[in-house]
């Protein structure tokens, strides 16, 4: 199912039964472009799983920067020099 920002504005809460009840998605569309996706919250729990191991590699990679981090600037005054 397809809808756009202001259909789902007048329909919300028969759109929501619709997603709860059937089990569909559904795109939100703004001018045509989809922008987001409406699915029933049980099936977005598998995606909430792989998030901790998503920042671990994150930590490990900033962790793996600072070890060869050569200036003695932190990368926010590196930031702020650039921005000038």
Known sequence: MQVGVRELKTRTSEILRQVRDSGARCVITSRGLP???LIPFGTC???E???PDAWQELERLGEEIA???A???SSG???S???R
Request: aromatic share 4%; proline share 10%; glycine share 0%.
């Open 45 to 47: 729990a598998p995606e």
């Open 67 to 69: 070890e060869e981090w």
């Open 35 to 37: 922008i987001a996706v």
């Open 77 to 79: 005054e590196l930031l």
């Open 71 to 73: 200036s003695p600037l």
């Open 49 to 51: 799983d792989s998030r």
């Open 81 to 83: 020099q650039t921005r």
